[in-house]
């Protein structure tokens, strides 16, 4: 159980469009997922923490209008990168909280590595 | 501040043990987390420690000392597939896991 899926695993696009990036929890509800970059050799920065049903809370330096996240649904969380550049080519993965356990442990999707041109 | 400091990089041969450190510093303290991540793949989970002492599970056991802010995860009985990083990451009072940029283990035959 707690698996946590990301479509799609790879994605190329060219420098100005936008990206959606998908995060779904296939078999709990998962009112809070986490969104991560990561960059090769380093470790994983997290974005923001998305709220099923509110805004998102978005860490510090991460533009919210660039990277706009909607969490619609308890097993559904998305990620937009709007008007993408090659700075934005990373490594993105997010994570859910199974609220139906003790521990707080979170689930990781197995990542979206995104290329821009 | 917040801060996790491992050794970057640490070499092992196949079959031994090794122990890979972590001393922490968080905002409040809600346990502690032991990830796995091969390259190019997302972390998984290994362990987690909230009460003082060793969590054994398999060939991998956690350690963990709250006063000390240190923690340690042994490996045990060496495989090439343990080549991978190993990422401490403890939770903060936000229910926020805390990431350094991990211990990258190198196994050889």
């Known amino acids: 159980g707690a698996v946590v899926s990301q479509h799609p695993s790879w994605v190329i696009c060219k420098s100005g469009t936008s990206v959606k990036i998908e995060c779904r929890s296939l078999?709990?509800?998962?009112?809070?997922m986490f969104w991560y970059r990561q960059f090769p050799k380093k470790s994983l920065m997290l974005m923001a923490t998305?709220?099923?049903?509110?805004?998102?809370?978005?860490e510090q330096g991460v533009e919210k209008d660039k990277f706009l996240i909607n969490h619609a649904s308890l097993t559904l969380s998305t990620l937009t990168v709007t008007s993408a550049h090659p700075e934005d080519s990373s490594f993105y993965i997010c994570?859910?909280?199974?609220?139906?356990?003790?521990?707080?442990?979170?689930?990781f999707g197995p990542g979206t590595r995104l290329t821009v041109l | 501040g917040q801060n996790i400091d491992q050794p970057t990089e640490m070499t092992a041969t196949e079959g031994a043990i090794v122990q890979i450190n972590c001393t922490y510093q968080t905002s409040g303290f809600n346990g502690l987390f032991w990830y796995q991540q091969h390259a190019g793949e997302a972390p998984t989970f290994l362990s987690y420690n909230v009460l003082d002492g060793l969590e054994e599970k398999g060939r991998f056991s956690s350690f963990l000392s709250r006063s000390k802010g240190y923690s340690y995860l042994l490996l045990k009985e060496l495989q090439m597939k343990d080549s991978a990083s190993y990422l401490c990451?403890?939770?903060?009072?936000?229910?926020?896991?805390?990431w350094g940029a991990g211990t990258k283990l190198i196994i050889k035959p």
């Open positions: 994570s859910a909280r199974d609220l139906g356990r003790e521990l707080n442990e979170q689930f």
């Open positions: 078999d709990f509800q998962a009112t809070t």
């Open positions: 998305s709220n099923e049903g509110s805004k998102a809370t978005y």
């Open positions: 990451a403890p939770m903060d009072s936000n229910y926020q896991l805390i």
